[in-house]
């Protein structure tokens, strides 16, 4: 069988039969009279193993082993199937991050050489250095003792698992979100009014906080009710004194005005991409919003107002 018929039969062009014939996986018989190469149907076979094992990524090397007798072809085929999970996760990898890019608009080739080592350390933090960039970003917003007070208050929920595609792209957005944020400036009246007074109380308070979330997470009656307690008690506070009311309007105003000086969108957003990525805190936002509605029910009084 002359080469262009081994050609038309294995779907291989005759360069690449010939580069397998200098590589010497076959080695055809030749024609002694006309000096052209005759392929037998061994040949043909062979070529088209040859060809499976390339498109599966098996190396000319490991096939001339393979064929030689010298390998098993299970541990051929165990290191291609890693080569090419590797090559995947490259890949899916390249992609979050250009879908990054592309929805963040990004337009400045000055500044995408930084952006996308950005994102790629991103895209290769371990579990603890995702609960660490959270950790960072939060205490650059809100700096000293109340930016560790809002570290420790959201630590339970900064553990987050990217288990698939479309976690790995929410939390692309989740860090472009928190690395474009600004730095807050050092005199804003918000740390002011947010100041820490009794930090042995606040220490007592986040030393159970873990704990206070779980039960709250199982809805066990007591944390329930201790919640809502304190939240109904909270109310009354601002529906009776009006010093309460005029103060806690300064804070919200003072916080949305923070977030704004940041370029946050208010902590909405914040809430919106951590819930996105951890299911504990989405539950836990809903358990805190049903309780606060219900105590405002009772209490006939509004935190909107």
């Known amino acids: 069988m002359r080469i262009s018929k081994v050609a038309e039969a294995t779907g291989l062009t005759k360069k690449a039969i010939k580069h397998y014939e200098a590589e010497g996986l076959i080695r055809p018989a030749s024609d002694p009279q006309t000096g052209y190469r005759e392929f037998d149907e ?11 094992l390339r498109m599966l990524d098996v190396s000319v090397a490991e096939i001339r082993s393979l064929l030689a007798g010298e390998a098993a072809i299970g541990d051929a085929l165990r290191q291609a199937l890693q080569r090419t999970n590797t090559q995947i ?11 990054s890019l592309v929805e963040r608009g990004v337009d400045d080739t000055a500044l995408l050489r930084e952006d996308v080592r950005r ?16 950790a960072d970003a939060v205490q650059r917003v809100f700096p000293g003792s109340f930016g ?10 900064f553990d987050i ?16 979100y928190l ?23 606040v220490e007592a308070f986040l030393e159970g906080q873990s704990e ?9 009656p007591g944390a329930i009710g201790e919640l809502r307690d304190a939240t109904v008690q909270f109310l009354r506070s601002l529906k009776e004194d009006p010093g309460a009311r005029r103060r806690h309007a300064e804070r919200l105003a003072a916080s949305q ?20 990525l951890n299911d504990d805190y989405r539950r836990y936002l809903a358990i805190g919003q049903r309780i606060r509605e219900e105590a405002e029910r009772e209490v006939g009084y509004g935190l909107a107002r």
Do not use: C, K, Y
Request: charged share 35%; hydrophobic share 45%; proline share 3%.
């Open 42 to 52: 061994d040949d043909v076979v062979r070529l088209e193993l040859i060809h499976t």
């Open 89 to 99: 996760e490259r890949l899916a990898e390249g992609r979050l991050i250009l879908s």
């Open 119 to 134: 994102l790629r350390q991103a895209v290769e933090l371990s579990r603890e250095g995702r609960r660490l960039h959270l």
């Open 148 to 157: 560790r007070f809002m570290v420790l208050l959201h630590a339970p929920f």
């Open 161 to 176: 698992d990217l288990d698939t595609e479309e976690q790995r792209a929410r939390w692309l957005r989740f860090v472009a």
């Open 179 to 201: 690395d474009d944020l600004d730095e807050p400036p050092h005199d804003h009246p918000f740390f002011s009014l947010a100041r820490v007074e009794d930090e042995a109380a």
């Open 212 to 220: 206070h979330v779980a039960r709250l997470l199982r809805e066990e």
């Open 257 to 276: 005005n923070l977030w704004d000086s940041v370029g946050g969108r208010g902590d909405d957003a914040f809430n919106e991409h951590l819930a996105a």
